[in-house]
């Protein structure tokens, strides 16, 4: 049988050029990296570029074999020959690598021996067939093998010692690779075979044949992928050390300008060992040496306490390892003065990465600093704002829904007082104990109130020493604690509640004398302050004692309700917070300085009022009929509340008047609609969906003439409506209600409402 009856697998021989075309730009690649490697590592790239040639285009003759079929005839191989075929490419490539990478002249020479070599490899690989049938070669295919073969080599030999690119490389190995498989498959061509037995019918067969080829060649993409993707690897680290190498020697150049030419920085080189080597015009104007610091160790620009503790060593070494070290800290003068400086210590290496010295820059950012302080103060002030007013929307809701539930109390108590047949002292104390703990707890809701800013007031014009004057008699403490006032003579009025302004000064004057248990001096004075031209006035009412004083930290929250310094049983910790509420409230503020072992000193700025006092004009009587409020009436009762609204009624039934009772807005005006004989109605704000003003515009215009009442914890009503309404503040007791309804009665024309 001769070569023409044999065929080749079509898929197996494009698997063998794609392999060849692969170990040739692998070749090409790693030969790259052999002539950019050092002298310790270029061996290493010489036998990885060899391995890739020699190894890759014996995987493809392999393959290309195993695609080879021969009809009848089973095929298989050598182990030795086959072994020996391997290495001869392997060996041959290395040595034309290493002989042409020494002399390049020699690279024809090397080409036709590597080229040899290859075809060696061929013949050797043929040899180790082991077959049914015998081998006669065609000289003209075999010399034109081993043409293609040497000049493939040559070829390969010439582009890895140039410079190529990647697109280059790319083509290169697509057309040695072709060269490569012609080689072997013009070898093949020169091949016929001649079977020494036939068997008539009897298909051939190669046992495993297309899974081994693929094997191999999976094997062989996969160490020729290791081998570009380390080429590729040292490629980029190569180009990323040169950037850098390049971009140092851009810094250096640019450090040395900026040394020799910037006079506003500290900028200095150090040696290895810490000793000052140079430094400029900057570092002499800031440090305030001279060129007598040249071999100092820069330890001495720090302070004693970082050189204690090591500091300048570890700035260095950190600079060594990382590079860079940069630090905000104290740095010493010459004359010995501090300032806060910005340092950063650069390491300087050379060429072979070793370290030659390290660069220093100084800043002086003491006015920065200072910045951020004040920076850092303003938002812990606006955080402490922030957590106030938060702690006094809880506290108002709170003290709101308190003083429903005190209403109640109150009221229950009052009626069951009055109804209580019994002489039992024991009783009545009881009871009696039960009223005063209900009114003490409406005084905390009234000093919630007045933290939260939503406390009822009715400011005025207030002439401050008059006010205190007139407050002598209840500032008297201790023979040990004196009370000095001090006011000059034209200072301005104010316009605030003067009862709640009575009792802030009470309770500061109370703070200040607890916190002098020995006793003391307590001085009350005042002043105008204007800050400056066009700003509002105001006067500064303080409360100063020479007591204990408090800490920066108590200082801090001493304004915060339920915080006090007195101990358990001493103090609500709300007298702190009433008269912040009242100032803020008033437009004004508190404002607390204290200093440990001195006192403190508690300042009420409070705005100036722009009307002079003036008494209050008599009105006018009028013709229109007095609504009298000494007979029985008609009430309609509003209040979202069942316990205040069942408390309500009954004071209101035992006042002997006639109750409707309503728990909503839109239930009130349905009942009012219904009932024609309604003459008060006594409704509260606060109510979900329609507040009590809202119902009281209502029934103004639905039942103009009828009398409203208006009851809440709270004071946020509008400003225009606070003028025309009667307030009745919860909680209230069955006297306050019956003088709010009298007030209420009296009223002529239009339907006044009440507030609280």
Same mark, same amino acid.
């Given at each position: 049988?001769?070569?023409?009856?044999?065929?080749?697998?079509?898929?197996?021989?494009?698997?063998?050029?794609?392999?060849?075309?692969?170990?040739?730009?692998?070749?090409?690649?790693?030969?790259?990296?052999?002539?950019?490697?050092?002298?310790?590592?270029?061996?290493?790239?010489?036998?990885?570029?060899?391995?890739?040639?020699?190894?890759?285009?014996?995987?493809?003759?392999?393959?290309?074999?195993?695609?080879?079929?021969?009809?009848?005839?089973?095929?298989?191989?050598?182990?030795?020959?086959?072994?020996?075929?391997?290495?001869?490419?392997?060996?041959?490539?290395?040595?034309?690598?290493?002989?042409?990478?020494?002399?390049?002249?020699?690279?024809?020479?090397?080409?036709?021996?590597?080229?040899?070599?290859?075809?060696?490899?061929?013949?050797?690989?043929?040899?180790?067939?082991?077959?049914?049938?015998?081998?006669?070669?065609?000289?003209?295919?075999?010399?034109?093998?081993?043409?293609?073969?040497?000049?493939?080599?040559?070829?390969?030999?010439?582009?890895?010692?140039?410079?190529?690119?990647?697109?280059?490389?790319?083509?290169?190995?697509?057309?040695?690779?072709?060269?490569?498989?012609?080689?072997?498959?013009?070898?093949?061509?020169?091949?016929?075979?001649?079977?020494?037995?036939?068997?008539?019918?009897?298909?051939?067969?190669?046992?495993?044949?297309?899974?081994?080829?693929?094997?191999?060649? =999976?094997?062989? *993409?996969?160490?020729? %992928?290791?081998? $570009?993707?380390?080429?590729?690897? @040292? !490629? &980029? #680290?190569?180009?990323? /050390?040169?950037?850098?190498?390049?971009?140092?020697?851009?810094?250096?150049?640019?450090?040395?300008?900026?040394?020799?030419?910037?006079?506003?920085?500290?900028?200095?080189?150090?040696?290895?060992?810490?000793?000052?080597?140079?430094?400029?015009?900057?570092?002499?104007?800031?440090?305030?040496? =001279?060129?007598? *610091?040249?071999?100092? %160790?820069?330890? $001495?620009?720090?302070?004693?306490? @970082? !050189? &204690? #503790?090591?500091?300048? /060593?570890?700035?260095?070494?950190?600079?060594?390892?990382?590079?860079?070290?940069?630090?905000?800290?104290?740095?010493?003068?010459?004359?010995?003065?501090?300032?806060?400086?910005?340092?950063?210590?650069?390491?300087?290496?050379?060429?072979?990465?070793?370290?030659?010295?390290?660069?220093?820059?100084?800043?002086? *950012?003491?006015?920065?600093?200072?910045?951020?302080?004040?920076?850092?103060?303003? !938002?812990?002030?606006?955080?402490?704002?922030?957590?106030?007013?938060?702690?006094?929307?809880?506290?108002?809701?709170?003290?709101?829904?308190?003083?429903?539930?005190?209403?109640?109390?109150?009221?229950?108590?009052?009626?069951?007082?009055?109804?209580?047949?019994?002489?039992?002292?024991?009783?009545?104390?009881?009871?009696?104990?039960?009223?005063?703990?209900?009114?003490?707890?409406?005084?905390?809701?009234?000093?919630?109130?007045?933290?939260?800013?939503?406390?009822?007031?009715?400011?005025?014009?207030?002439?401050?020493?008059?006010?205190?004057?007139?407050?002598?008699?209840?500032?008297?403490?201790?023979?040990?604690?004196?009370?000095?006032?001090?006011?000059?003579?034209?200072?301005?009025?104010?316009?605030?509640?003067?009862?709640?302004?009575?009792?802030?000064?009470?309770?500061?004057?109370?703070?200040?004398?607890?916190?002098?248990?020995?006793?003391?001096?307590?001085?009350?004075?005042?002043?105008?302050?204007?800050?400056?031209?066009?700003?509002?006035?105001?006067?500064?009412?303080?409360?100063?004692?020479?007591?204990?004083?408090?800490?920066?930290?108590?200082?801090?929250?001493?304004?915060?309700?339920?915080?006090?310094?007195?101990?358990?049983?001493?103090?609500?910790?709300?007298?702190?917070?009433?008269?912040?509420?009242?100032?803020?409230?008033?437009?004004?503020?508190?404002?607390?300085?204290?200093?440990?072992?001195?006192?403190?000193?508690?300042?009420?700025?409070?705005?100036?009022?722009?009307?002079?006092?003036?008494?209050?004009?008599?009105?006018?009587?009028?013709?229109?009929?007095?609504?009298?409020?000494?007979?029985?009436?008609?009430?309609?009762?509003?209040?979202?509340?069942?316990?205040?609204?069942?408390?309500?009624?009954?004071?209101?039934?035992?006042?002997?008047?006639?109750?409707?009772?309503?728990?909503?807005?839109?239930?009130?005006?349905?009942?009012?609609?219904?009932?024609?004989?309604?003459?008060?109605?006594?409704?509260?704000?606060?109510?979900?969906?329609?507040?009590?003003?809202?119902?009281?515009?209502?029934?103004?215009?639905?039942?103009?003439?009828?009398?409203?009442?208006?009851?809440?914890?709270?004071?946020?009503?509008?400003?225009?409506?606070?003028?025309?309404?009667?307030?009745?503040?919860?909680?209230?007791?069955?006297?306050?209600?019956?003088?709010?309804?009298?007030?209420?009665?009296?009223?002529?024309?239009?339907?006044?409402?009440?507030?609280?």
């Amino acid at each position: 049988m001769n070569h023409h009856t044999a065929s080749h697998d079509p898929v197996l021989v494009a698997l063998s050029i794609l392999i060849a075309a692969l170990a040739s730009y692998t070749a090409l690649d790693l030969a790259t990296r052999m002539r950019a490697a050092s002298e310790r590592a270029r061996p290493a790239w010489l036998a990885a570029a060899a391995t890739a040639m020699g190894g890759g285009i014996w995987s493809m003759h392999f393959v290309g074999m195993l695609a080879f079929r021969l009809p009848g005839v089973e095929i298989s191989y050598d182990p030795f020959l086959t072994f020996l075929s391997l290495v001869v490419p392997i060996v041959v490539a290395a040595a034309a690598f290493a002989v042409v990478g020494r002399r390049p002249r020699a690279l024809l020479v090397s080409g036709l021996a590597m080229g040899l070599g290859i075809s060696g490899m061929h013949y050797t690989g043929m040899g180790a067939m082991r077959m049914a049938a015998s081998v006669a070669y065609d000289p003209r295919w075999v010399v034109l093998s081993v043409v293609i073969a040497m000049c493939a080599s040559v070829v390969a030999l010439w582009l890895a010692f140039r410079k190529t690119s990647a697109t280059q490389r790319l083509f290169a190995g697509l057309v040695m690779g072709l060269a490569i498989s012609g080689m072997h498959y013009a070898a093949m061509e020169g091949a016929s075979f001649q079977p020494a037995n036939t068997v008539a019918g009897h298909a051939g067969h190669f046992v495993g044949r297309a899974p081994l080829a693929f094997l191999l060649a =999976g094997a062989t *993409i996969l160490i020729l %992928s290791i081998g $570009i993707a380390a080429a590729v690897y @040292d !490629r &980029a #680290s190569a180009e990323r /050390a040169q950037r850098e190498a390049s971009a140092l020697k851009r810094s250096e150049e640019r450090f040395r300008l900026l040394v020799e030419g910037i006079a506003d920085h500290a900028m200095f080189m150090i040696e290895p060992n810490g000793a000052v080597g140079n430094w400029n015009l900057g570092a002499r104007r800031l440090m305030g040496y =001279g060129d007598d *610091i040249v071999g100092t %160790s820069y330890a $001495i620009l720090h302070t004693d306490e @970082d !050189r &204690a #503790s090591g500091a300048p /060593a570890r700035a260095l070494l950190e600079a060594e390892r990382y590079g860079k070290s940069a630090v905000e800290a104290w740095r010493v003068r010459r004359d010995g003065s501090r300032f806060w400086a910005e340092a950063t210590l650069v390491a300087v290496r050379n060429e072979s990465g070793l370290i030659t010295g390290f660069a220093k820059i100084v800043r002086d *950012i003491s006015e920065r600093r200072q910045a951020q302080e004040a920076l850092d103060r303003a !938002r812990e002030a606006l955080t402490l704002s922030q957590k106030m007013e938060t702690i006094g929307q809880l506290t108002g809701g709170v003290a709101h829904d308190f003083n429903n539930l005190l209403a109640a109390v109150l009221g229950s108590l009052e009626l069951l007082k009055k109804r209580l047949q019994t002489d039992d002292p024991k009783i009545q104390r009881l009871v009696d104990n039960a009223m005063q703990g209900a009114q003490r707890g409406a005084l905390l809701t009234q000093r919630l109130l007045a933290f939260a800013r939503k406390q009822d007031l009715k400011p005025a014009v207030v002439d401050i020493a008059a006010l205190v004057r007139g407050m002598a008699a209840l500032l008297k403490f201790e023979a040990g604690v004196r009370i000095d006032t001090l006011f000059p003579l034209d200072l301005p009025n104010v316009k605030i509640d003067a009862n709640q302004l009575e009792l802030a000064i009470l309770n500061l004057a109370v703070n200040a004398r607890d916190a002098m248990p020995a006793g003391g001096l307590i001085t009350i004075s005042a002043r105008d302050e204007q800050q400056e031209a066009g700003a509002p006035r105001y006067v500064a009412l303080s409360v100063s004692d020479t007591g204990c004083g408090m800490d920066e930290e108590t200082l801090k929250h001493a304004q915060e309700p339920f915080f006090t310094t007195k101990g358990i049983g001493k103090g609500t910790g709300l007298g702190l917070s009433m008269v912040h509420g009242l100032a803020e409230q008033s437009g004004g503020r508190l404002v607390l300085k204290s200093r440990l072992g001195v006192g403190t000193t508690a300042e009420i700025w409070l705005p100036v009022a722009e009307e002079e006092a003036a008494l209050p004009a008599p009105r006018a009587e009028s013709s229109a009929p007095m609504l009298r409020a000494d007979r029985r009436l008609s009430v309609l009762l509003v209040d979202d509340d069942p316990l205040v609204l069942e408390n309500t009624a009954a004071m209101l039934e035992d006042l002997g008047h006639a109750v409707v009772e309503a728990r909503s807005g839109e239930e009130a005006l349905d009942l009012l609609r219904r009932t024609q004989t309604v003459e008060l109605v006594v409704t509260d704000y606060a109510m979900p969906v329609m507040t009590g003003l809202q119902l009281a515009e209502a029934v103004v215009v639905e039942r103009p003439g009828t009398v409203i009442l208006l009851s809440t914890g709270y004071a946020e009503l509008p400003i225009d409506a606070r003028s025309n309404l009667h307030r009745l503040s919860k909680p209230f007791d069955q006297a306050a209600l019956e003088k709010a309804i009298q007030g209420a009665m009296r009223e002529r024309g239009h339907a006044r409402s009440v507030v609280a």
